[in-house]
């Protein structure tokens, strides 16, 4: 069995520091060893014998087994290599297996840096198992003479776990160190079931030793097809193995890429980056290493569950996921369900791997004031408090609706705030100290963009301009006069006409409110305000909003209505110099094809005005306000009339859609 393959995999400039000063130390050491064998080789003895074992070790090396999930290999050299050892002294085998090590990572095209390693560390671990069999046995080397079986039997196991402990825990370290994980639980996943072709090269070279003894040295012929018929049966079996390995391994992408899809197309419907659910899955499972979670059904059920964690926001209405601002304690109540909804829904799926319960707990908090159990402490599954720490850091630092993206130390700043209140204070700890190495590469891929985006466009159409067939009972005689009106208006009429009849029109269906009619302006990229009514109209006047900044630009952008804002965040200190301080906002686009036309901001001193009814009310007649201004509009351009706030027929421009951000 030769050393795994994969360590010194990166170049030490590219390495982490302690990879590369690792490496360096070993590659010192054992050096020392083989130059240390090199000059002991006159002094062997039998030396045609023990290049022949050389040569067979070479020859051997060469036929290896490739072991399916890690970069690693067996060979029969490592029967020849131990018989060596036995016969001839450590230097001789020492000697082989270096070059036999080079010859395979030459062969493999590996680095400078991984080829050294890979010849020194095997050797190393051979010349010291070597040294302490002798060292154990009280013999010399056995080609000069004759030991009892039963005294070779603990100095060769001890011969075999020296070696195989120091060759698959020096490479176990390297690849912890490189892939920043526990080299402990690399060694027990990867190299402990490897013991098994140690003790059977070991076995066979005891074999070897007593044939040679009762026979000649000449006599190893006769065990050679004996090892070669044992390499070809575990070359069959490996190579099964391999190809089952293969074939669970394209099903699990193929699984995985599935629920990825299904679960950005589920994000979708929820306006943040559409990569958030990748990076959250990115940052889990590299936390989940760092804090040493080995069990492979737990790491599984994470990555899953960091796809489909809000699966339950197919059930949140839409107007509540995309509210720039704080929700109400009824939309609150709502947004809560997600979770019971989304664990609800995915219990339906017969995962092999505990999905469920993470879902249903990544909202709960380390002191149990969170929803929807109130589970606390270690009850809380370890990867949902793994799930939770890194949810909330992308949100802190990603864009959202109603608030830009933070930076890492004030997102960092907040974590340690809620730390041992709503998180696992170890899993805050291990994420602040190791969030820079487990921060995710670039995730976004064009054609994932491009049918999310496709998605997006889908869900932010503009209502239909078609006459409208019925309405709500609640719609007055006004309502439907307008909307005829809206449908017959000619070139004629002029933007004040439709402002004054609209705003008229508005306060039948929202009394007391206040209202802004924002209108874009090509030049400045913003919506100014053309006009206002209700008893707040001289505090709205005069105001302007970037698109895309605040609810207005936001709704703006987006295409979509928000119902009972903040007043504040659209307003600043304006919604406070009203007579009466604004608290909250509706705001409607108006939208005719696909170009926006304006937008409606309603305003209120009243706790929720804005009921579902009347937002409906408004979506309703939206649409026909949009065209009544696209009307006046192209009209007062056609008049050469110029209009205050209102650039020409480009004013009403084309808006490229605005993705989740």
């Given amino acids: ?118 010849a020194v560390a095997p050797a190393l671990s051979l010349w010291m198992a070597a040294r302490v069999f002798f060292l154990i046995a009280h013999v010399p080397p056995l080609s000069e003479g004759h030991a009892s079986a039963g005294a070779l039997i603990v100095p060769l196991f001890c011969l075999t776990s020296i070696y195989f402990g120091l060759n698959s825990g020096l490479t176990a370290i390297a690849v912890g160190l490189e892939a920043k994980q526990s080299p402990a639980a690399i060694w027990r996943r990867h190299f402990l079931w490897l013991s098994l072709g140690y003790l059977a090269a070991a076995s066979v070279a005891f074999c070897v030793i007593l044939l040679i003894q009762q026979m000649s040295l000449g006599a190893v012929a006769v065990i050679l097809p004996v090892v070669a018929v044992f390499h070809l049966t575990l070359r069959a079996s490996f190579g099964r193995l391999e190809d089952a390995h293969q074939h669970v391994v394209q099903v699990n992408r193929l699984y995985l890429s599935t629920v990825e899809t299904l679960a950005m197309a589920i994000d979708a419907k929820d306006d ?17 290493r760092r804090l040493e979670m080995t069990d492979e059904a737990e790491l599984k059920a994470l990555e899953a569950a960091a796809l489909l964690h809000d699966t339950g926001k197919l059930a949140v209405p839409e107007h509540i996921l995309n509210k720039p601002g704080g929700l109400t304690a009824a939309e609150f109540d709502k947004m809560k369900l997600h979770v019971d909804i989304g664990a609800d829904i995915l219990s339906l799926v017969e995962f092999p791997f505990p999905v469920v319960p993470i879902v249903r707990c990544h909202h709960e908090n380390w002191d149990g004031s969170g929803y929807p159990r109130g589970v606390a402490g270690q009850d809380i599954p370890l990867g949902a408090r793994i799930l939770s720490v890194v949810d909330c850091f992308d949100a802190l630092t990603s864009d959202r609706p109603y608030r830009r993206r933070m930076t890492n130390d004030a997102a960092l700043d907040i974590l340690r705030e809620r730390r041992g209140r709503m998180y696992d204070p170890r899993v805050v700890d291990a994420f602040i100290e190791t969030h820079l190495d487990i921060a995710p590469a670039e995730l976004d891929v064009p054609k994932q963009r491009e049918v999310l985006e496709r998605i997006t466009r889908s869900r932010h159409a503009a209502p239909s301009s078609e006459p409208v067939q019925s309405s709500p009972a609640a719609a007055s005689d006004g309502v439907l006069a307008f909307v005829s009106l809206a449908r017959l208006v000619s ?171």
């Fill in 1 to 118: 069995m030769t050393a795994p393959r994969q360590a010194g995999a990166s170049p030490p400039a590219r390495s982490p520091a302690a990879l590369r000063l690792y490496v360096q130390v070993i590659g010192a050491v054992g050096a020392l060893a083989v130059v240390q064998s090199i000059a002991a080789l006159p002094r062997a003895p039998h030396p045609l014998e023990w290049a022949a074992f050389a040569f067979l070790a070479l020859a051997t090396g060469s036929f290896t087994i490739r072991v399916a999930s890690i970069e690693a290999t067996m060979s029969a050299s490592d029967t020849f290599v131990i018989t060596s050892a036995l016969l001839f002294g450590p230097a001789p085998a020492t000697v082989a297996l270096a070059v036999d090590s080079i010859v395979m990572s030459w062969r493999r095209g590996h680095g400078w840096t991984r080829l050294a390693f890979n």
């Fill in 272 to 288: 943040v980056t559409h990569s958030h659910v990748r990076r959250v899955q990115a940052y889990a499972m590299g936390l989940a």
């Fill in 491 to 661: 070139g004629d009429i002029t933007l004040g006409d439709v402002i004054a009849l609209s705003s008229n029109l508005i306060l039948d269906i929202v009394p007391n409110a206040s209202g802004a009619w924002y209108v874009p302006d090509a030049a400045s990229d913003r919506l100014v305000v053309a006009d206002a009514f209700g008893p707040e109209a001289d505090t709205l006047r005069g105001s302007s909003v970037g698109m895309g900044e605040r609810v207005t630009g936001w709704v703006a952008a987006s295409r979509q209505m928000v119902v009972n804002s903040a007043a504040a965040l659209d307003l600043g200190e304006r919604a406070m110099l009203a007579h009466s301080p604004l608290s909250n906002c509706m705001s409607v686009p108006l939208i005719m094809g696909d170009s926006l036309a304006g937008v409606l901001t309603l305003y209120s001193s009243d706790q929720e005005p804005f009921d579902e009814q009347r937002g409906r009310l408004l979506q309703m007649i939206a649409p026909h306000i949009a065209v009544a201004i696209h009307t006046a509009v192209q009209a007062s351009a056609a008049k050469e009339t110029p209009l205050a706030g209102v650039k020409s027929p480009a004013a009403v421009r084309e808006l490229r859609l605005v993705a989740a951000r």
